[in-house]
């Protein structure tokens, strides 16, 4: 059985209707009128103990909404969820007790309060035995350079820090699973990549399940072999990342850096030339078409090549024409 079972998920709000015009104004205050706004419409997956799952889609997509139900935070319209044989918004102290969740626009630490104190209250909270605390918290200190402001407060961190802080609280009562909202937001370079390191360390070394909202599809390049799309609150593709760029990614780019100038202008079959920049020459292909083994070949046959590079779409021009032309929904590969 799968750690997380979700069935024909649907979550919709009731938003006031809101009417301009004074007469309007007053029959709205004397009768409220509601709308229903659908967040999540039918969504159905499932994610195995282990697996490191990227959760996508555009703003207002329904990714936080989906989230939130499945930590318990919110109550499903209708449709199922299981998390670890619970239903969260039933069972939501032990729930809570479970999992590990770091939303990046909100902090669970103590604003005023050094962040070590946050630590330490949370080990109170979870009831964490103090020798598996101290061992966490050597361990996350190490691996996440926390030392330098472990007694500073909150308040006085750097998103970098606290966003690092967070993902110690998250994790100090050793949870099978770990939900992240947005966990690298704002955030500069270096603070990224300590993040992701960390993220591939709890993943490949500690077994943690993860589930992964992000804008920064770096995150998902560098992090996730499985991607669930959703789009209006319908999963629209829930397969591997390779096979989403093999799809719908067909475009290569071959480039290549020459020994001279060729006296007239390069034309290859089966490729176009995009630019030129000096000795460098960057060629367009279709994979379903030639191979860039086949391209390399003749080119090498008409020209002197002195290095040569193939690049691979951008995630982000794949994603882009998936919500612009979409792929069909519940889509798997």
Wanted: charged share 25%; glycine share 6%; net charge neutral.
């Amino acid at each position: 059985m799968a750690l997380i079972e979700v069935e024909q998920l649907r979550k919709t709000f009731r938003v006031p209707v809101r009417h301009s015009g004074r007469l309007s104004a007053v029959r709205t205050l004397l009768s409220r009128e509601y709308r229903d706004v659908p967040a999540v419409e039918e969504a159905s997956f499932s994610i195995q103990a282990g697996e490191l799952v990227g959760y996508l889609g555009p703003n207002g997509a329904g990714k936080s909404t989906t989230l939130k139900m499945l930590t318990g935070i919110l109550v499903p319209s209708s449709g199922s969820i299981t998390v670890d044989g619970r239903v969260p918004h039933r069972q939501r102290s032990e729930h809570a007790r479970s999992i590990g969740v770091v939303f990046g626009q909100r902090t669970q630490l103590w604003w005023d309060l050094p962040t070590i104190e946050s630590f330490e209250l949370l080990r109170h909270i979870y009831a964490i035995p103090a020798e598996r605390w101290r061992s966490n918290l050597a361990t996350f200190t190490e691996l996440l350079e926390l030392e330098p402001f472990l007694n500073t407060p909150v308040r006085q961190l750097s998103l970098g820090q606290r966003m690092r802080a967070d993902l110690t609280a998250a994790l100090l009562h050793d949870p099978r699973i770990l939900f992240l909202d947005e966990p690298t937001i704002g955030l500069d370079v270096l603070a990224r990549e300590r993040i992701r390191g960390f993220l591939q360390h709890l993943h490949r070394d500690l077994g943690v399940t993860i589930i992964l909202t992000t804008h920064d599809l770096g995150d998902i390049e560098r992090l996730c072999q499985r991607v669930i799309l959703i789009d209006h609150g319908l999963v629209i593709y829930d397969g591997a990342l390779a096979a989403l760029r093999t799809r719908l990614g067909r475009w290569r780019t071959l480039v290549i850096d020459l020994d001279e100038l060729p006296p007239e202008p390069i034309t290859i079959a089966d490729a176009q030339v995009m630019r030129t920049e000096g000795l460098r020459v960057w060629l367009r292909f279709d994979r379903e078409q030639i191979t860039a083994a086949a391209l390399i070949a003749t080119v090498a046959a008409y020209y002197s090549i002195r290095d040569l590079t193939v690049e691979e779409p951008a995630i982000e021009s794949i994603v882009h024409t998936i919500y612009a032309n979409g792929i069909g929904h519940n889509t798997n590969l």
